[in-house]
């Protein structure tokens, strides 16, 4: 039998506020345990939690730019459940009217666009961190992250394989990060992501039982995690078996899901509205002034790359990947101001192949914009090709010269000299008189061994165009 | 409107309660009772009426997100049964 895949992804976005959502400590990672704590986030009786403006604020961003309506007054409801690291039992959130609603993003997947629905994002407050490892009989518990804001952004169950999963999560996590209001680090847990996932035999309707998967914090342990699942519901369902809903957890180590049955209370919240908190009202207003301050997001970005630059739809999503990437591309464009497509060509191709060899990322890349736009203006001038270029690159990565530099310092010019360049074919011609013979006998395929002959003989700095035009030239001359 | 007997152990299990049999039955029998007391609400035609969340009024009760000195870690531990390396040592949660 064949299915189809239906996934819904589940992101949690840790605000990079100043404070927590109710509570003046600091929310920053790295701390001390328990040193960022205090009676309202250490869930003491008789404290009031009081909402911090910035994270209604960074939510009137997120639901902007994943266009959401804008929910006034939403409403915080509490989500009860007993865990070591929710010291109030129960959870601040937004249950049925949350901040935003009704949104949606693109994602681009084999060159196709594809719109996937957002239900909602909401408010709440995270919880604290449980140890395990290493300890007998106890588990440590650091309530330091206890009330750190973030978002939750729910997504339709839009998304039809683990390709476009991992492109939703990447554009979600592009968009926290060029607003400014995440880091988007998801090894430190600052970008969290579930997974609902269900097959249906092609051509149903009906959405089958569904898997919550949790604990996949990479790009590539979604993937991973969903194709695992993929194969086991398959599997199970091709055996006649039914899928029971329930949470699994994804190993990395071991590269398999499994099941949290047992250590999970069943899904009963009790959710009621947080008497704490008056309900949220956001004034037209507000909303009109985040528009005013909303930058420029990663689609508008992309789009503005293909029609500014002439990029190809796919270079351009490539470039605009990271808020970093796209500022060094656009820097590079404008220290030179022509050539945005060798540009891209070499950010793309040479740079981004070097940085991930060296597993630096754009942001610490040591070659400035400045001096691969000497480089770009180096080849796009003559005064070296393509090919020296790769050399010159190598050499010009992680110093401070200017390409120009390098390129005199190693003698590296381009020859463009005409009789320089008849100097260099008058010998592969002697020294080939059989080929020349044949090649003016009709083997016209014979030209490109002239001229990798030549290029040869010149170290690769002859000028190529002008190789071609000077050995058609003396060829016809043997005639 | 009653609670059966079931219903209560479930709600004192979410609670965490122990509770003994002769609790369960005589809890089963107040919360039916209160149940019914607020069930009097229903009498009352509420349609067109919006649910109220809250007793406040909406507003923009919020605080700037300006940081405040934490509590002193030994105090907010202080009121901990048990202490280990700076955390909350709790029985351990997964075996």
């Known amino acids: 039998m064949e299915y189809n895949v239906v996934i819904g992804l589940e992101v949690h976005c840790q605000l990079s506020t100043r404070t927590k959502i109710f509570c003046g400590c600091s929310p920053v990672f790295g701390a001390e345990p328990n040193r960022q704590t205090c009676p309202i986030c250490l869930g003491h009786p008789g404290v009031l939690p009081v909402l911090n403006r910035a994270v209604v604020h960074a939510g009137i961003m997120a639901g902007l730019a994943t266009h959401c309506e804008i929910r006034s007054p939403n409403v915080f409801s509490r989500k009860h459940y007993f865990y070591p690291d929710l010291p109030k039992g129960y959870q601040i959130s937004q249950y049925d009217k949350p901040i935003c609603e009704h949104g949606h993003l693109e994602i681009l997947v084999d060159g196709e666009t594809k719109r996937i629905g957002l239900t909602r994002i909401h408010m709440e407050e995270d919880a604290g961190k449980n140890m395990h490892e290493g300890l007998d009989g106890v588990s440590h518990v650091d309530l330091n992250r206890a009330g750190v804001p973030l978002l939750e952004a729910v997504s339709e169950p839009d998304l039809r394989s683990p390709e476009e999963a991992v492109a939703y999560l990447k554009k979600m996590r592009n968009i926290v990060i060029y607003l400014g209001i995440c880091d988007g680090n998801m090894e430190r847990g600052n970008l969290r992501c579930d997974a609902n996932i269900s097959l249906r035999p092609k051509g149903q309707k009906e959405f089958g039982t569904k898997v919550e998967m949790k604990n996949m914090n990479s790009f590539r342990f979604l993937r991973q995690a969903l194709e695992y699942e993929i194969k086991r519901q398959t599997q199970v369902l091709n055996e006649g078996g039914t899928i029971v809903q329930e949470t699994r957890l994804w190993d990395a180590k071991r590269g398999v899901t499994e099941s949290m049955r047992g250590k999970e209370m069943a899904h009963d919240y009790r959710y009621l509205p947080e008497p704490d908190l008056a309900p949220v009202m956001i004034s037209d207003d507000w909303i009109e002034q985040v528009k005013k301050e909303l930058p420029e997001l990663p689609d508008d970005k992309r789009n503005r790359f293909e029609s500014e630059y002439g990029l190809s739809l796919y270079d351009a999503d490539v470039l605009t990947s990271t808020r970093e990437l796209a500022d060094y591309y656009e820097q590079t464009v404008k220290a030179f101001d022509k050539a945005p497509k060798t540009t891209c060509n070499w950010v793309m191709g040479e740079l981004m192949g070097r940085l991930n060899e060296d597993g630096t990322s754009i942001d610490a890349c040591p070659m400035s914009p400045a001096q691969l736009a000497g480089l770009v203006a180096a080849i796009e001038d003559g005064t070296i090709s393509g090919k020296i270029a790769k050399t010159v690159f190598a050499k010009l990565f992680g110093t401070d010269q200017t390409a120009m530099q390098v390129i005199e310092a190693e003698g590296l010019v381009q020859e463009s000299d005409p009789t320089a360049i008849d100097a260099m074919i008058t010998p592969v011609l002697d020294a080939n008189t059989d080929k020349v013979a044949a090649y003016l006998g009709g083997k016209d395929k014979l030209f490109g061994f002239f001229v990798g002959q030549v290029m040869k003989a010149s170290k690769g700095q002859a000028n190529p165009q002008l190789v071609n035009e000077r050995l058609k030239a003396l060829l016809a001359s043997r005639g | ?95």
């Open chain 2, 1 to 95: 409107m009653s609670i059966e007997t079931n219903e209560v152990r479930k709600i004192a299990q979410l609670a965490r309660l122990e509770l003994t049999d002769d609790e369960v039955t005589s809890l089963s029998a107040d919360m039916s009772n209160i149940l019914a007391y607020i069930a009097q609400l229903n009498e009352l035609d509420t349609t067109g009426v919006p649910p109220l969340e809250h007793a406040a009024e909406a507003g923009e009760t919020m605080r700037d997100d300006t940081p405040r000195p934490s509590l002193e870690r030994e105090r907010g531990l202080s009121v901990a049964p048990k202490v280990e390396n700076g955390c909350f040592a709790v029985p351990k949660i997964i075996e």
